[in-house]
């Protein structure tokens, strides 16, 4: 056989065939056990991953309609059993599990659905008791939020009414399994916090009958747990049996194991209500009887005491004391006057000793030497200060200026800046200058000329000037 003869395939030719013989040689539909690594949740919705065991790996693939029936989150790490066929990717040229079904190994996928749900709901405080609002103590309006076909409807309002009769029961139906049930509820309840001024709900109630984990998955939805988180409306939660418990048990204000005890949460027993107020009335009625007793008791005390028997004997007591008072404060004040007397007699007989008139006399006799040693010694300064201001005007007088003029001297100024001329320098042809006399006369001329007169060392006279 020569390598001519042999068969001549292209890669899509020899994919298919690996295909067929896949298909041919395995079940149509097997479980892998693997641990899953390389998980990638694509937008469109599809999951590429790996399945790993000791020695190798097998790549797998889960399509977007088949991964929304996964009720838990697959992560990296964690063993499942996946269902599914072995197919080819043809374009790849590589052999892949499609994956149909996806479930943890040993804990069921609910299971862990739910402790996944609760651990995140944890972690953000949804379960949180200080955050849960208080049940009202006697609630007059309750709302019930379930299936009008199921038995819990009939256990709550039964449950409601043998117990406390007076509440009205507000109904709203919700289908509470299958797809889509937990959203509707969601929005149930959301729609009543719109409206609770209209429906003026003290409480809401929230639950159904018994049934399987998947039964009951409806109140272990996420969309859920936020709208009972988020209800301005306290909320009990009586969902299933005695035993099951639900993610929207934690989130709720208050849990009722069974639809049948939700009564018991919701609303108080009438007789025990009835037992308290007569126990209530009967304590009133003997506190009443016990107080009407003292005051009468009281009455009787006060009607025996001297006011009411003998009225006038307290104001003939208290007359009698205002008259001693009287006597007593006329006393004080003549005892009070007559020292006063005695004070002033003391000191008038002290000024008559130290006879006034007569220093009075001696006072006078020196304040009329002083005013007189007081004009000598003004004089005397007056004289000798008149003596030093007719020196120092004699000085002044000498002084001045003008006291030359009267000697046939002047002076003579510029009238345009109005110096004193004291050199030809200071005027200028044509100026106006001014010349003051004695007896403040003045000479107003003009310059015509100005020169210098010489006199030369051999006592000749040489005259020299401008104009």
Not at 98 to 108: A, C, K, N, Q, S
């Amino acid at each position: 056989m020569t390598y001519e003869s042999l068969p001549v395939y292209s890669p899509s030719q020899i994919n298919a065939i690996v295909r067929q013989i896949l298909t041919e040689a395995l079940p149509e539909r097997l479980i892998v056990r693997g641990e899953i690594r390389d998980w990638k949740l694509h937008h469109s919705g599809h999951c590429y991953f790996l399945l790993k065991d000791q020695q190798a790996v097998l790549p797998a693939v889960m399509w977007a309609n088949n991964f929304r029936t996964v009720r838990f989150r697959p992560a990296d790490g964690m063993a499942v059993l996946a269902t599914g066929y072995l197919d080819v990717y043809v374009a790849g040229g590589r052999y892949q599990l499609i994956v149909e079904r996806l479930e943890p190994e040993g804990t069921g996928a609910l299971q862990l659905a739910f402790q996944q749900m609760v651990a995140k709901l944890k972690a953000e405080g949804l379960f949180d008791p200080a955050k849960k609002r208080p049940l009202p103590r006697y609630p007059m309006r309750i709302g019930i939020v379930t299936s009008p076909s199921g038995a819990a409807l009939h256990d709550i309002c039964e449950g409601i009414q043998g117990r406390w009769p007076v509440a009205r029961l507000l109904f709203f139906p919700v289908p509470v399994q299958g797809e889509g049930a937990a959203e509707q509820i969601a929005r149930t309840i959301r729609w009543i916090n719109q409206n609770k001024d209209r429906f003026a709900l003290d409480l809401l109630i929230v639950g159904r009958g018994g049934g399987s984990l998947e039964d009951l998955w409806t109140f272990n939805e996420e969309v859920l747990a936020r709208a009972i988180y988020d209800s301005q409306i306290p909320i009990i939660s009586a969902v299933g049996h005695e035993i099951d418990v639900t993610v929207a048990d934690l989130v709720a204000d208050a849990r009722a194991s069974t639809p049948a005890k939700a009564g018991v949460v919701a609303v108080p027993d009438v007789r025990e209500v009835l037992d308290q107020i007569g126990h209530y009335c009967s304590r009133l009625t003997n506190q009443m009887v016990s107080r009407l007793e003292l005051a009468k008791a009281q009455f009787a005390a006060a009607s025996a005491s001297e006011v009411f028997t003998r009225p006038l004997t307290m104001i003939r007591s208290r007359e009698q004391q205002i008259d001693e008072l009287s006597v007593h404060l006329v006393d004080t004040l003549r005892s009070r006057v007559r020292r006063t007397v005695q004070v002033l007699d003391h000191y008038q007989v002290f000024v008559s000793r130290i006879e006034p008139h007569r220093l009075i006399g001696r006072c006078a006799l020196a304040v009329s030497e002083a005013r007189a040693r007081a004009s000598a010694a003004i004089a005397s300064i007056l004289a000798a200060s008149r003596c030093q201001v007719e020196a120092l005007a004699g000085r002044i007088q000498a002084l001045d200026p003008r006291a030359v003029l009267a000697r046939g001297y002047s002076i003579t100024r510029n009238a345009g800046t109005g110096r004193i001329i004291r050199s030809i320098k200071d005027v200028e042809l044509k100026d106006t200058i001014l010349t003051e006399l004695a007896g403040a006369n003045i000479i107003e001329s003009q310059v015509t000329a100005k020169y210098n007169q010489i006199r030369s060392v051999h006592g000749s006279d040489k005259q020299q000037g401008t104009g």
